[in-house]
């Protein structure tokens, strides 16, 4: 079911898959990463809705998906804080439906790592698991300009006015850290799906999360798996096990 909800008065695109009946059932929010590549922007996030459909049937969960905002047809520009408020907003959505009970949040890439720090600060998020997530943004954080200038080139940045204070903008990078939140997050579970030939985060950043987190954690890695794990049948087999583990 596509629908929208708002997110700072921004719109933003989403979906929503449940499967059939009334009864009440567990909730995922299922978070994309940063897009990569030309019109990334604009592509971002287009297979989650299948995938969502999938988790939904093959888990008996609810599953909400959504783009963050300056991602897709969401409205708004890239910034680590609004991204936090967009994800804040869909735990609210999905907290407040009758039909769900509990809430667990799943992402990939930077997706994963910003579910672990908004879990670590809000304790109505039951588990977390994640997809090649990095523990820091620190390649971020080494040259904000540079990534500033790839967020207007892909478009996830569409207003030349934005941001206001790109200082600001760019500190909030050294300033938000998975790794610290992977540690609040315990005793509640966190899985941590990785490939071993991730191109872009490497699997020292995997590691690094599960002691990070203590004996709440679960890291399965991937033979042979790069970056997109979504793409990966074997790690949303693992997704699907471990949602299936978890007690509502």
């Known amino acids: 079911m596509h629908e929208a909800f708002s997110s700072e008065g921004l719109r933003l695109a989403s979906h929503y898959a449940r499967p059939p009946g009334f009864a ?39 599953v909400l998906t959504f783009n963050f905002r300056g991602t897709g047809t969401s409205e708004g ?12 907003e869909a735990v609210d959505l999905l907290s407040k439906r009758d039909d769900v009970g509990g809430v667990w949040l799943a992402g990939s890439s930077a997706g994963g790592s910003l579910a672990i720090c908004l879990a670590g600060e809000d304790e109505r998020v039951r588990g977390v698991a994640t997809l090649s997530a990095p523990a820091s943004f620190a390649d971020w954080a080494a040259n904000p300009a540079r990534l500033l200038e790839y967020a207007r080139d892909i478009g996830v940045i569409r207003r030349a006015d934005f941001p ?41 950043d995997a590691r ?26 074997r790690a949303v087999a693992l997704l699907i096990g471990w949602l299936a583990r978890q007690s509502p």
């Open 24 to 62: 009440r059932v567990p909730g995922l929010v299922l978070c994309h990463g940063f897009p990569q590549g030309p019109r990334g922007g604009q592509s971002s996030a287009s297979t989650y809705p299948e995938l969502a459909e999938r988790l939904a049937r093959e888990t008996g969960w609810a």
């Open 77 to 88: 520009e890239f910034s680590l804080d609004g991204w936090t408020t967009d994800l804040r």
């Open 164 to 204: 206001p204070d790109p200082a600001a903008w760019g500190r909030r990078f050294t300033e938000v850290s998975p790794l610290a939140s992977a540690a609040k997050l315990a005793p509640r579970p966190l899985l941590l799906i990785h490939g071993d030939q991730d191109e872009v985060v490497p699997l020292s």
């Open 208 to 233: 690094a999360l599960y002691e990070a987190a203590f004996d709440s954690a679960d890291l399965r890695v991937v033979a042979g798996g790069g970056h997109r794990l979504r793409h990966d049948p």
